[in-house]
């Protein structure tokens, strides 16, 4: 067996004192430590309690408001002062712009001034001291940025046409926004490099908002009311701020008939009118749609159908131009028309018609043939 015994022998009377000092001690540092963060909360929430509303910055309680909300580059702009807290009306008060004095009073709630070109700075600083004596300092720095946004409609126009492809119902449009900003040091920020947020008719896109996407693509299929676009431009930061609205009006679409001269071609210098003479015994008619839907027309659902004094010219449905012959040589004149459809955007539909008038060389009854 082996036997076990304390090394350590008895505990001595000097021993015991010891210890107990240690607990003492160790008791005494513990209640120095607790008693020292009670101290420094009571000390912290005492702080908070004594706030009083003297010592609260009144400033945080004055409103700065400016109309526009978003100024833009030389625009008369209006910034109006408003706080709950206090009297504006019974304060005085000053406003300094760009560290000139410009205007001061009592109840001085409003000044005006005139935005720089893009990127300059316009810094107004205002002070008012309240009737109880306590002064207020406000700032407000604009830095005026630019956007436009221009559109451009997936829509058919001849190629002699020289204007815009406009928008008709149903149509495919495209929006870019095209930005103009500079950083604190007046270089140019990359549009790239900014923040866009498209709303339509008043919904804000989330999907195709965001860093750099400065342009969208939709198809509108109602015709409740135009599409209206809105982008709101932002620096990275968000210190620089600006926006921009239109409104799309929608056109109907539009067919034109061109005399298709067998020496010159279509000429598209001269639309057909109402009352429109043929120069000899025949002429070829050309109809050329205007703002229809690019993809259809290529893709062939864009169906012609001519009629000639109200009835069907069968055999022609699909062309887009016809020759018409005066075979008998009698005067006259006959009546041709041409309906377009678009057979996968139903509002994509027009009509056009002209009179033709030929004269007599020989006897006969009248004939058009075609």
Do not use: H
């Not at 604009?142 to 149903?170: E, N």
Request: charge should be positive.
């Amino acid at each position: 067996m082996f036997a076990v015994r304390c090394l350590c022998g008895k505990i001595n009377q000097a021993q015991i004192l010891s210890f107990k000092k240690s607990i003492v001690a160790n008791k005494f540092n513990k209640i120095i430590i607790i008693s020292l963060t009670f101290f420094l909360v009571f000390v912290l929430e005492a702080r908070g309690q004594t706030r009083t509303p003297s010592m609260v910055d009144v400033s945080e309680s004055v409103d700065i408001k400016t109309l526009p909300e978003l100024p833009s580059a030389n625009q008369d702009v209006s910034v109006r002062i408003e706080s709950y807290s206090f009297d504006l009306n019974s304060s005085e008060i000053i406003w300094a712009l760009d560290g000139v004095i410009k205007d001061k009073g009592i109840g001085r709630k409003d000044f005006y001034f005139k935005t720089g070109s893009i990127g300059t700075v316009s810094l107004i600083k205002i002070l008012i001291k309240t009737k109880d004596g306590k002064n207020i300092e406000k700032s407000l720095v604009i830095r005026p940025a630019g956007v436009d946004i221009v559109w451009q409609a997936d829509s058919f126009v001849p190629p002699f046409y020289r204007g815009k492809a406009l928008y008709s119902y149903q149509s495919r449009i495209t929006v870019v926004a095209l930005s103009e900003f500079t950083n604190s040091s007046g270089a140019k920020i990359n549009p790239e490099n900014l923040i866009y947020k498209w709303s339509k008719d008043g919904t804000v896109l989330g999907g195709i908002s965001g860093y750099g996407k400065n342009k969208f693509s939709f198809t509108k299929l109602s015709i409740s009311s135009p599409p209206e676009i809105e982008v709101e431009v932002s620096s990275a930061d968000k210190s620089v701020r600006v926006s921009e609205s239109i409104t799309i009006e929608p056109i109907e679409a539009k067919a034109v008939l061109y005399e298709n001269n067998p020496l010159y071609g279509i000429i598209y210098e001269k639309a057909v009118a109402n009352n429109f003479r043929m120069n000899g015994s025949e002429v070829t008619l050309a109809v050329a749609p205007y703002f229809f839907g690019l993809e259809e027309l290529n893709d062939g659902k864009v169906k012609y159908n001519w009629s000639m004094n109200g009835q069907n010219i069968t055999g022609k449905q699909d062309s887009k131009g016809i020759t018409f012959r005066n075979i008998d040589g009698r005067s006259g004149s006959t009546r041709v028309s041409v309906d377009l459809q678009n057979e996968a955007k139903e509002l994509q539909s027009a009509r056009t018609d002209a009179l033709l008038n030929f004269e007599a060389d020989r006897g006969g009854d009248k004939t058009v043939n075609f």
